[in-house]
Structures are given as C-alpha cells and as structure tokens.
C-alpha cells in the first residue's frame, strides 16, 4: 500500500533520532576498511508533475541497502519509479560506491534494532552452550610445591624459561609467596634490566635469582646507591658484575655494611687500599658472610701455627679462601706439613696451596716420595720438591716427573696404605 506525504512526514519525525542512533552502533558493529557507514538523512520537498501531493526525497549514501531492506516489499512498481526520480543523483553513483554490510537480515528493521539489548556476561545460555564452554583447572588454594602455580602464573613461567630453580625455592615459603604476589612487567622486568646492564649474562640470570630470591623485594634505588658507592671505591664495573655472581647477596647490604666490611679487613689485617679491593674481589663472601670464621683463623694463624703478620698478609692475598676456612683443616695440614714433612714456616709462606687442598693427597704423595727416598723439600738440597706441585699437579705429572716412578707404581704402592 503507497504512504501518502502526510505519513511519511509523521514517521520521518518520530524516527530521525532513533535512525541516528542506530546508524550509529551499525557503524560500530559492521563497519569493514574501506566502507563509510553514514547516518546523514536529507529531506527536501518535491513537488510532482501531476502536483496531486508532495513527494519527499531520501539522501542515500554507502548504507542504501539498509534503506532498501525497511521498505515493504509489496510495493508496486509505479510508486518505486515515482520516489527513485525525485532521489538526489548521489544514489545513481555506480554501484561499486555502494557495499552492503555482511551478515544483516533483509528482514531486519531500524526500529527492530533498537530494541536489541547489550551483550551481558550474566545473560543465560542454553545447555548446548553451557556443554561447549571447557573450564581451567582451578586455582589450588594452597600447595606444598610451586609446580601447581605455573600453569595460572605469567611470572613463574618466564621465571622457569630464565633457568630458576624453583624447586630449590619452593623449601622457602616466604620466598614462594613472594613470587606469586609479583607481576613480571610491573615488579621483575626492571630488575631484569638493572642486573643486565650490570653485566650478568642471561645464563647467569637463573642461577643468580636461584640463590637470591628476595632480590626482587629490594628498592631499586637502593641497589644502584650500593653500585655507586662500589665504583666510588674504584671498583671496575665488571669487577662488580664479577662480585655479584660470586656473591648473589652482595647488593642486598646496606652501603654502612659494605663500608665496615671494607674497612674491617683493611685495618684488621693491615692490608693497603688496593690489597685490600683484591682481596674482596677474589672473595667477595667476605662481604656477606659472618666474620666470626675469619676472626678464629686469625688467632689460629696467629697463636697455634704460629705466623708472623706480614706471613699471614702474604699467604691471604693469594689464598683468600684461608681465611674462611675449616679451622680443624687448617691445623691438621698444618701439622702434617710442618711436624711430619718437617717443612719451616717460610716454605709453607711460600707456597700456601697447601692449605687450599685436601689431607690424604698430601699424606699419599709424600708417603710414595719417601718410599722411593724423594721426599726433599729443601729448595737449598738436590732433588728438590715444590709443594706447589706436590698438591697440584696431576698424578701422571707427579709420578714422572717428580717421583720417577709409573702411575701404576704408585696405584700399587696406594693400595699397601
């Protein structure tokens, strides 16, 4: 049936706000690259040849087809041809100007998409849905191991891929809620950055973070005041990457600790500046761990073994290590070597290795020396034997050149102990 002017004028009022609004969310819901959704409605009165009523004229633009799908399609031809003459030319522009949005009943009405409600994460779902949807594994609300978290946890997950252990973590329980409670981006990537530009490699970030796992709790301001305060000593910044892997915790002190710690060693032992930085760089656990170890081996080397200071300053800057070691290791080389070698304290000065190495190699070479009658550990005498050697070298190198005998000779001789 044909609308008359007086109609179409009514429906062109009620509905110009609510056909603005809905080309509005067609733009937002279809709209395709390279397709323009317009809204714009153009009215403009015409008055026929016939002049029996007023005709009125519709702009259409890039969405005419969905102009076209709201009219009735029992319209007769006469009428169609009558509202297609009196149309701006903008409709007669090629067809390839005008693109139809995909997926749009024909049947569908601007005023039917109005009534069209938002999607809601609360609008039920039929059973056939509900059967489709596949849930996670739930969250478990407490574990003995942090395996059960790695699948839920961005942050465990590149943590693994970064080589940490967290088996190893995991025995430590503030330790393993302290992770979960992390965001990699927020809270790990800038430590990440800082321990990189510091000059630990991305093999050595795993293990780094292993031993260290409260690093992530620390201020990162903090960190670089303590780097600073390192490069103000002179320390080099690879001497400092150097420090830090050998010693995870390093950074974790205060600059007050570190600065007692350096002096401490520097007037306790009555080493120079410099001494005093190579010492700490060769073994930087003298910064971290406790001084009561190297507070006993002072009176060891002072009052049992008997050392001299400047002996004791000789023997540390080459073995750093005696200064933490087992006191009970210490004196019974010590012993062995000075009492049943009959080695002199300014030999054993000389060569401090010894303390550096086990018991029963010292006991089994020079027992194999004196059975072939080699054992001469005067520098002064013929068929002299360095105990640099003696407890270093090989035992192919030891029989041959030192012994003169075979290595089976010497397996042979091991076996009558």
């Known amino acids: 049936m044909a609308l008359s002017a007086q109609q179409i004028s009514r429906w062109l009022n009620s ?3 609510s056909s603005f609004m809905t080309a509005l969310q067609l733009r937002k819901r279809f709209q395709r690259p390279g397709t323009t ?5 153009f009215a403009q009165p015409h008055v026929s040849s016939e002049g029996c009523f007023l005709q009125w004229g519709f ?3 890039r969405t005419s087809s969905l102009w076209n799908s709201s009219q009735s399609a029992d319209s007769s031809r006469q009428e169609i041809n009558c509202a297609q003459s009196t149309l701006l030319p903008s409709v007669n522009e090629p067809s390839q100007r005008t693109r139809k949005i995909p997926g749009l009943d024909s049947e569908l009405s601007l005023e039917g998409l109005d009534d069209v409600p938002p999607l809601s994460p609360l609008q039920p779902i ?9 849930a996670g594994p739930p969250l478990p609300p407490s574990s003995v191991t942090l395996r059960d978290y790695v699948d839920h946890s961005e942050t465990l997950r590149k943590l693994v891929l970064l080589g940490v252990d967290l088996s190893k973590i995991e025995k430590h329980p ?6 979960l409670r992390l965001d990699f981006e927020r809270d790990i990537k800038q430590m990440l950055l800082f321990l990189k530009d510091l000059g630990i490699e991305d ?3 795993g293990p780094f973070l292993t031993k260290n796992y409260a690093f992530f709790s ?8 303590r780097v600073a305060y390192l490069q103000s000593k002179n320390f080099s910044k690879a001497d400092i990457a150097q420090m830090v892997r050998n010693a995870p915790f390093l950074l974790s002190f205060s600059v007050e600790r570190l600065d007692n710690r350096l002096g401490f060693f520097q007037k306790e032992l009555e080493l120079s500046v410099k001494k005093t930085r190579d010492l700490v760089i060769r073994l930087p656990r003298l910064l971290t761990g406790s001084l009561e170890p190297v507070k006993e081996n002072m009176k060891v080397f002072r009052l049992e073994l008997g050392f001299q200071q400047n002996e004791i300053q000789h023997m540390i800057t080459k073995i750093p290590k005696m200064l933490t070691a087992n006191k009970r290791k210490l004196t019974e080389i010590f012993d062995y070597v000075h009492n049943v070698m009959c080695v002199p304290h300014h030999i054993i000065v000389r060569f401090p290795q010894v303390f550096n190495t086990r018991l029963f190699k010292v006991k089994e070479r020079h027992l194999f020396l004196a059975y072939l009658g080699r054992a001469q550990y005067d520098p002064t005498k013929p068929n002299y034997i360095s105990l ?4 270093s070298v090989p035992d192919g190198i030891f029989c041959e050149g030192m012994a003169k005998a075979s290595v089976r000779d010497f397996e042979k001789f091991l076996k009558t102990l």
């Open 15 to 17: 509905s110009k706000l």
């Open 37 to 41: 959704l317009s809204c714009g409605i």
């Open 59 to 61: 702009r259409t633009y």
């Open 126 to 134: 039929s059973d056939e849905e509900a059967v489709q949807i596949i």
């Open 174 to 179: 503030d330790a393993a809620n302290l992770l």
């Open 203 to 205: 093999t050595q970030l």
């Open 218 to 225: 620390e201020d990162l301001e903090n960190l670089k005041t």
């Open 388 to 391: 640099d050697k003696l407890v």
